[in-house]
């Protein structure tokens, strides 16, 4: 069987190999995703302003100021003296929210929740603190949903234990404790942007070799090939190794100008880039083949690869930070192949061997769910 499996998928490469569009599919398009990581590399990284932001009124819109580092708080100081600014430098010292500040130390009680009930609706802010001229007697409003509320609280109380200390020099100390888990955005932007330019190349790549199985079925050469000693396993199993070489293919490609053209530091070995955008590849292009398998044409096949490269790539948080996004976004990013690779490409970054077997492991997860679906795909190919 595996010979026979070989040489089906040997005889395909060669026709797959002088269609134009494997070379778009295989070598420009990886070519350019992975050199433009150099002009990718150099973008530039927001500042982040560590001090407590000072607002000219309540209705002052933070949301064009909100770094996505931290949590946005925004704080109505009904006190507004030297000892309520230092409450807020401390509350701010922690390094994990973002404090604005606005006076309201002249506005009625009235104005100050009508601002406060405004505010949710028409700005970016994850909390909101009312500051009393006793600390502890202040209410803070939780705005959505993020687990950092809970820190907030908990800071709150410790700052406010500080302040009422008997000893003058109390001071705030806080311990940061970062996951593994955690992505920085800004750091792997670069790997980010290149898997999510080259998935385009690798669902296409899927739609090339899905291709060549609607061609023999159309052509009855899979008839054919059924009444010589091969069968249906091997048939199947030489259109896995048809897409093992196409995703080898392009992440050799794109090694290649990785080691050739690439001068930007990333934070990753060559190896490490190779086994991510391998994998990635694997999982798309046998993605597009199998749900191409329910669309039964090339039109209806490519009109799906391209949706699911823009969702995916949308949706994992390739383009953008989604790290101040809702509960609810961040578990959908966590369908998406792509989130998994920048979680791997974060802990190569911070030498953390993981994550070989947190790729090797997702990659196995997507391949066995995709597998089910191609076997359903060609049931029902049968069937008709």
């Excluded at 996951?179 to 385009?200: F, H, K, L, P, Q």
């Excluded at 199993?237 to 080898?248: C, N, P």
């Excluded at 690869?305 to 995916?312: E, G, P, R, Y």
């Excluded at 989130?339 to 947190?358: D, I, K």
Aim: charged share 20%.
């Amino acid at each position: 069987m595996l010979n026979n499996a070989l040489r089906m998928a040997k005889s395909t490469a060669k026709l797959l190999l002088r269609n134009k569009a494997f070379l778009v599919v295989g070598i420009v398009i990886p070519l350019i995703a992975t050199v433009c990581m150099n002009l990718w590399n150099n973008m530039d990284k927001p500042e982040k302003k560590d001090e407590v932001y000072e607002l000219e009124s309540m209705n002052t819109q933070i949301a064009y100021q909100v770094d996505f580092y931290r949590y946005p708080v925004k704080v109505y100081d009904k006190i507004y003296n030297e000892e309520s600014k230092n409450f807020c430098d401390n509350l701010d010292a922690a390094g994990v929210f973002q404090i604005f500040r606005v006076d309201v130390s002249n506005v009625s009680e009235d104005e100050i929740m009508d601002s406060v009930k405004f505010t949710p609706k028409n700005d970016k802010v994850g909390a909101i603190i009312v500051l009393e001229d006793n600390f502890s007697d202040s209410t803070i409003y939780e705005i959505g949903e993020d687990d950092r509320f809970d820190l907030l609280v908990n800071s709150f109380e410790l700052v406010v234990k500080n302040h009422n200390a008997v000893s003058g020099d109390s001071v705030v100390t806080y311990v940061s404790v970062k996951s593994d888990d955690d992505i920085d955005y800004y750091e792997t932007r670069t790997v980010g942007y290149c898997i999510a330019i080259a998935t385009i190349a690798f669902v296409f790549g899927g739609v090339l070799v899905l291709g060549t199985i609607l061609q023999e079925k159309q052509d009855h050469v899979y008839s054919r090939i059924l009444l010589t000693k091969a069968n249906k396993a091997s048939y199947l199993l030489s259109k896995i190794f048809l897409v093992i070489g196409t995703s080898l293919f392009q992440a050799i490609v794109m090694l290649l100008a990785f080691v050739l053209f690439v001068r930007a530091d990333i934070g990753i070995t060559v190896f490490q880039f190779f086994i991510v955008v391998f994998l990635e590849g694997l999982i798309f292009n046998l993605l597009s083949v199998c749900t191409g398998l329910f669309c039964k044409s090339m039109a209806g096949s490519a009109f799906l690869s391209f949706v699911i490269w823009s969702l995916s790539a949308l949706l994992s948080g390739s383009y953008f930070d989604i790290s101040g996004a809702s509960e609810t976004y961040r578990k959908v990013a966590l369908l998406m192949p792509e989130r998994w690779a920048l979680f791997s490409v974060s802990r190569f970054q911070n030498g953390n061997s993981s994550g070989y077997s947190l790729m090797l492991c997702a990659t196995l997860a997507y391949l066995v769910i995709i597998f089910v679906i191609g076997i359903l795909g060609l049931k029902l190919n049968d069937e008709e």
